[in-house]
């Protein structure tokens, strides 16, 4: 009896200790995560996920991305070919459809699963939907243009030829390209205050969400005789200058619309010059700007007009 009793409590140890390995080996598999957020949620223009995401497994991995995600969220790297931790990227293309989307990521071993979910939402975070530089932009020597100029404070005017509104540099108060002065803010008498520092700031910043004003180097590279040219021309009435690259034959078109003058804002050169502005500074009282006149074109003219003058701004999308 003892000897039974003794291979019975045999047999139930090797039993329990074949249990125990099994219940051990089911825990080396599957796939635990570390840090980084499963449910992340971005702005429009922004391009990345809020956080990485850090994983171990004890076996290979693979992922999938939910059919409705789309092409505009993918995952580096993708899937894993055996155990250890790896940490993944996740990246996204900015959103112009005007909601908010969402996409799942699921990330897969053999006996488990991580869902991560991103939101990327329909605006920007001061509250604006970006503009979607494929429909208004235009590739000129490897700068994005956009087709037209600035008109209300992040808008753009409807046509090439359309003139926009003015404005001072460093600020976002448009100034009427016709007609008496009016400003946006309802001012009747031009602003004789010049903005000091040595940036546009982003938050004076005229051009629509996701796009800004350009500094000097894309006037230079616009300009370069070499990879674009330019020529002064009437386009559906309007005299301006057009830009044509020469390797892809994209062009943008440039009204003369002239300026306002400091400090009284009167008209100068309408028709004849254009003069936009970039948001590089020169010294404490002027900016750097881009002045053409029929088929001469400047990229780079900082004399004769300080920050209080009122030029157009052609945006630029980066």
């Known amino acids: 009896m003892k000897k039974f009793l003794f291979l019975t409590l045999a047999g139930l140890l090797v039993l329990g200790a074949s249990s125990c390995e099994k219940q051990v080996a089911k825990s080396k598999k599957g796939i635990i995560m570390k840090s980084g957020q ?10 990345k996920g809020s956080s990485t995401v850090l ?16 092409d505009w969220v993918s995952i580096s790297p993708s899937s894993g070919d055996g155990a250890g931790d790896y940490t993944i990227a996740i990246t996204l293309e900015p959103n112009f459809t005007g909601i908010d989307r969402s996409a799942t990521i699921l990330i897969t071993s ?9 939101t990327q939402k329909a605006v920007i975070e001061t509250g604006e939907k970006p503009v979607n530089p494929y429909t208004y932009g235009t590739l000129i020597n490897g700068i994005t243009w956009a087709n037209t100029n600035v008109d209300t404070p992040r808008t753009f005017a409807v046509n090439p030829e359309d003139f926009g509104m003015f404005y001072q540099w460093g600020k976002k108060v448009g100034w009427s390209a016709t007609g008496s002065i009016l400003s946006t803010d309802g001012n009747t008498t031009w602003d004789e205050s010049i903005v000091s520092g040595n940036a546009w700031e982003s938050a004076n910043d005229p051009c629509p969400a996701g796009w800004q004003v350009p500094n000097v180097d894309d006037f230079r590279a616009l300009a370069d005789g070499d ?15 057009l830009f044509v690259d ?3 034959k994209n062009s943008i078109f440039l009204p003369a619309v002239g300026s306002r003058d400091y400090p009284y804002g ?21 900016g750097y700007y881009l002045s053409f006149f029929d088929s001469e074109i400047n990229p780079s003219r900082s004399i004769n007009y300080n920050r209080g003058n009122g030029l ?3 945006c630029v999308y980066k």
């Not at 009167?266 to 002027?286: L, P, R």
């Open 55 to 70: 994983f171990t497994t004890a076996g290979a991995w693979t992922s999938s991305i939910s059919e409705e995600a789309g």
């Open 110 to 118: 053999d006996d488990g699963s991580i869902p991560i979910t991103v």
């Open 266 to 286: 009167s008209f100068k050169n309408q028709g004849t010059f254009g003069y936009y502005w970039s948001s590089t500074v020169y010294n404490g009282t002027n």
């Open 246 to 248: 020469k390797a892809t």
């Open 227 to 241: 990879k674009v040219v330019s020529t002064g021309t009437m386009q559906s009435g309007v005299s301006g200058m």
């Open 38 to 47: 499963i449910d992340q949620t971005v702005y429009a223009d922004e391009e």
């Open 312 to 314: 157009s701004v052609r």
